[in-house]
């Protein structure tokens, strides 16, 4: 599975807009970029999935570029409660692969008032 | 519809005693995967099941096992508990066909004393 890298940690503001970027060097042609969001003590949530170019969903935005190198999570505005743990994923439709999900240490978001 | 449910919540052993923790899937989903999450390594994936069989397995010893029944329904077994297994123990289901993402429980916070 391609390795992802993202940022450790990143700090915003209520009512600002938040972008995470992943980078993905090695993704392969098959492979689809998925991102989770995780509070503590709970289970991951998916957030967005695409393949290239743009995808938006009711909570987010995904922006892929054409050499799927890397992509950007954008998060319009947050609130405080959009504090929590980004992960991106690299793998076929399921986000994984043979070896399951793979999570890097994810992007920590803090949103402050 | 119903989220993935695990059981018990929380759970406290001592080291040598073995453990039994349940999973069941969102009605449909043909897939269980079981996580490990601990501060130090993160989410790892132990392994995943797909219609009673292991499809997958991850790079665990074999003190953790697992097994899928006919309904879908999951259990993950660790034996001769070691401090360093206390983690958030976290089961996943999908469809298991390649596409969709996968949907998290809350997970089973074992802890080894």
């Known amino acids: 599975l391609a390795k992802t890298t993202q940022p450790i940690s990143m700090d915003s503001y209520e009512g600002q807009e938040v972008n995470i970027t992943c980078s993905h060097n090695?993704?392969?042609?098959?492979?689809?970029i998925t991102w989770y969001q995780q509070f503590p003590s709970q289970g991951p949530r998916f957030i967005i999935q695409?393949?290239?170019t743009k995808v938006t969903n009711e909570v987010a935005s995904l922006f892929i570029p054409a050499d799927r190198k890397s992509s950007t999570l954008s998060l319009p505005r947050v609130s405080l409660s959009d504090t929590a743990v980004y992960y991106c994923l690299v793998g076929d439709r399921t986000g994984g692969g043979a070896d399951g999900l793979t999570f890097g240490k994810g992007t920590h978001l803090i949103i402050q008032p | 519809k119903a989220g993935v449910t695990q059981t018990p919540r929380y759970l406290i052993k001592t080291r040598g005693q073995q453990v039994t923790l349940s999973c069941s899937p969102i009605?449909?989903?043909?897939?269980v995967s079981w996580y490990q999450q601990t501060p130090g390594q993160g989410l790892q994936f132990l392994f995943e099941y797909f219609s009673e069989t292991q499809r997958n397995k991850g790079n665990f010893p074999g003190r953790f096992s697992g097994r899928q029944f006919s309904n879908s329904r999951s259990e993950m077994n660790v034996s001769t508990l070691e401090l360093g297994d206390s983690a958030l123990y976290l089961c996943?289901?999908?469809w298991g066909t390649g596409s969709g993402g996968y949907t998290f429980g809350s997970g089973t916070r074992l802890t080894v004393v």
């Open positions: 009605s449909g989903h043909r897939s």
């Open positions: 695409g393949y290239k």
């Open positions: 090695n993704i392969a042609t098959n492979d689809y």
């Open positions: 996943a289901s999908s």
